[in-house]
């Protein structure tokens, strides 16, 4: 079987393909990967061997053709996938979002072969901290940000075709997840890279905003899940009731760090910043049997913090822009 792997230079898609050579022996791997500042050829170390690397974009039609013709099965990671990007720069997460999505769509309902398509939970906007409702397959669509209303749109694309062409696609939304191979972009690594280089985290608003956090691998077992067992056609949400506010998940860096629990700084917010996301899964969990292996988000924290410190080579290289990114934003945001 061989599966082509659309965004695996990036954090879920690259984790996909570890962790699906280390228990698939009959997979062959193709990645699709456009190597935008997000993707990163040391996330693939080590699976050269047995994984073809194609440095490509999803929305050439005559590339994305002929590898779709190759395949058995598309997964579809690749994304623009960072909120404060879309809100500085929204056209790439139309183009890659959307536009991709669409190329993709029509190869695969030329040649007849199964789509899988990776979402978020952003799609259904956001929930108060005292809701006690969590997110379902029957959430209706509410977005917010131009990364989550293209994410929505991709989705909505992929319905239609499966609808009015016949394509066999799956798709699943998951929540925030956390793992090693995250680019320091993102709110877990940002702040353990802070602390290893000596510099405060930083908090967006109040930072009581909640996510539900779910590792990796449980995400990225559960999409195998869905390959597998799931209905043609049928959307699964994923997530490991990992619901935590942001000031308690730095509390724990701070403390499995060994630095003093308050020793962070509160920053201007987002602009429209999402203030709860949760995922009830239970769709997935009583009619695919899925259920997350990961103990609990504290211990895989520590394993996370335990990553990044000994992989310093594979995150040092992008620390430094990233943070020139975010001191011109605060800027823009404080004036
Ligand atoms: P990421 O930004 O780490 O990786 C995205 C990858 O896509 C990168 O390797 C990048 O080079 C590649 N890419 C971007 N534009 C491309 C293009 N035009 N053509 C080919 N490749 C391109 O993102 P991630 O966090 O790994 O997210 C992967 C997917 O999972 C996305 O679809 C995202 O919406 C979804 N998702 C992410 C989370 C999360 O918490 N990170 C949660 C739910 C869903
Ligand atoms: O420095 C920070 N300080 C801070 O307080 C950063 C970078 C973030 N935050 C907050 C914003 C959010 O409430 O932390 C929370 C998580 O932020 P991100 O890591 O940017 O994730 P989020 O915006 O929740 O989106 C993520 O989960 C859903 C992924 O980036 C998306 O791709 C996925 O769809």
Request: charged share 25%; glycine share 8%; aromatic share 8%.
């Amino acid at each position: 079987m061989r599966v082509l792997v659309t965004g695996g230079a990036g954090f879920i898609g690259s984790n996909f393909v570890h962790l699906t050579l280390a228990t698939r022996p009959e997979v062959e791997i193709t990645v699709l990967d456009a190597m935008t500042y997000a993707g990163s050829r040391a996330s693939l170390a080590g699976v050269e061997d047995r994984a073809e690397i194609v440095r490509g974009d999803i929305t050439d039609a005559d590339l994305v053709d002929r590898l779709v013709s190759q395949c058995d099965l598309v997964v579809h990671f690749a994304a623009e996938s960072h909120n404060d990007n879309s809100l500085s720069e929204p056209w790439p997460f139309v183009h890659t979002n959307v536009v991709g999505t669409y190329t993709l769509l029509e190869a695969v309902r030329r040649h007849g072969r199964r789509l899988h398509h990776i979402s978020t939970d952003e799609v259904y906007g956001d929930l108060e901290l005292d809701d006690p409702a969590r997110f379902t397959e029957a959430t209706p669509y509410n977005p917010s940000s131009p990364y989550s209303s293209t994410k929505g749109a991709s989705d909505l694309l992929v319905r239609a075709w499966v609808r009015s062409f016949r394509v066999d696609a799956t798709i699943s939304n998951c929540s925030n997840n956390y793992g090693p191979r995250q680019h320091v972009e993102k709110f877990i690594p940002r702040q353990i890279t802070n602390v290893l280089d000596g510099v405060r985290p930083k908090l967006y608003g109040d930072g009581l905003n909640v996510r539900d956090w779910i590792h990796v691998d449980d995400h990225n077992r559960a999409v195998w899940t869905i390959i597998d067992k799931g209905e043609i056609g049928e959307t699964y949400l994923i997530g490991a009731d990992g619901e935590v506010d942001n000031r308690t998940v730095v509390h724990d860096i701070l403390e499995l760090m060994g630095q003093g629990a308050d020793d962070y700084d509160h920053v201007t917010d987002r602009a429209g910043h999402d203030r709860r996301y949760a995922i009830d899964s239970s769709r997935l969990r009583t009619e695919l049997g899925w259920s997350p292996e990961y103990p609990s988000f504290r211990e895989g924290l520590a394993a996370t913090i335990a990553w990044y410190r000994q992989h310093e080579d594979w995150w040092r290289p992008m620390k430094d822009a990233t943070e020139r990114k975010y001191a011109l934003t605060q800027s823009v945001l404080s004036r």
